[in-house]
């Protein structure tokens, strides 16, 4: 079978099937479609075991599909999704090959998995260790974040602030040095629920900035309203449906 090959951010080379990487991700489908099989390799910044994933990802799903449709396409989504117990800094790596790969099915089906880890995670101490995330946060910026308003605004004192002291260099593979495209996780964190979101903007203030900002967007999208930029933007919500969903 015709196969293309891919460069991972280390300069490894995977092998993916033509087909399936022109069903299931658009950027290698439009660069298929560009480069005249010129033999060249399509280069990423996507490490190669996130790579090889993917890969097999795109065929089991374009092979579901083949066989049963849309709905075998995403039952086996899920079930790759969910197949093996991957660490939370995997996930990171896979949604962010996801996204640039522009791997719609690929997103849905990692988003998914990593909001229900996000969601498993009892207190926003736990939710912080899991994600590796320093709390940059005082005790009374986390006590105000965790009681306020479910559709606060982002807010000017939502920017991470710099250290106080020299910290030790970052552990490699962290799930925060994975998560390096704001757009890939607001992506995903479109797919955590209320409660999630809320014990996130605990973490840290960059964590708090995408939660309220993915909260706000949720709601105010909703309604064909611009996103608020402060409490004086917002004129009027219907909170119902989120009470009756998601408790007080």
């Given at each position: ?12 080379e ?6 399936a ?48 449709g ?28 996801a996204h ?5 099915n ?6 998914r ?5 996000l ?9 912080a ?14 006590q105000?974040?965790l009681t ?34 704001e757009?890939?996780?607001e992506?995903a ?27 706000c ?18 004129t ?13």
């Amino acid at each position: 079978m015709a196969t293309i090959r891919v460069l991972s951010a280390e300069g490894e080379e995977t092998t993916w099937l033509r087909a399936a990487a022109s069903e299931q991700a658009t950027a290698l489908k439009d660069w298929i479609d560009s480069a005249a099989d010129d033999g060249g390799a399509f280069a990423t910044p996507v490490p190669a075991q996130a790579l090889c994933a993917l890969a097999a990802f795109a065929e089991q799903c374009a092979t579901a599909a083949a066989s049963g449709g849309d709905a075998a396409r995403d039952a086996a989504a899920s079930a790759w999704a969910a197949e093996k117990e991957r660490s939370p800094a995997e996930l990171a790596q896979l949604l962010h090959g996801a996204h640039f790969l522009e791997m719609p099915n690929a997103r849905l089906a990692i988003a998914r998995e990593f909001c229900a880890r996000l969601a498993a995670t009892g207190s926003p101490d736990e939710l912080a260790a899991m994600l590796e995330a320093a709390c940059d946060l005082s005790d009374e910026e986390r006590q105000a974040a965790l009681t306020e308003s479910i559709f606060e605004p982002e807010g000017p004192n939502d920017v991470a602030q710099p250290p106080a002291a020299p910290q030790p260099p970052a552990l490699q593979r962290t799930v925060s040095s994975e998560l390096v495209n704001e757009d890939a996780i607001e992506e995903a964190l479109s797919e955590a629920d209320v409660p999630t979101l809320r014990k996130l903007k605990g973490v840290s203030r960059s964590w708090r900035a995408r939660a309220r900002r993915v909260l706000c967007r949720r709601l105010f999208a909703a309604k064909g309203r611009p996103m608020p930029t402060c409490r004086a933007d917002v004129t009027d919500i219907e909170i119902a449906p989120f009470l009756k969903a998601d408790g007080p």
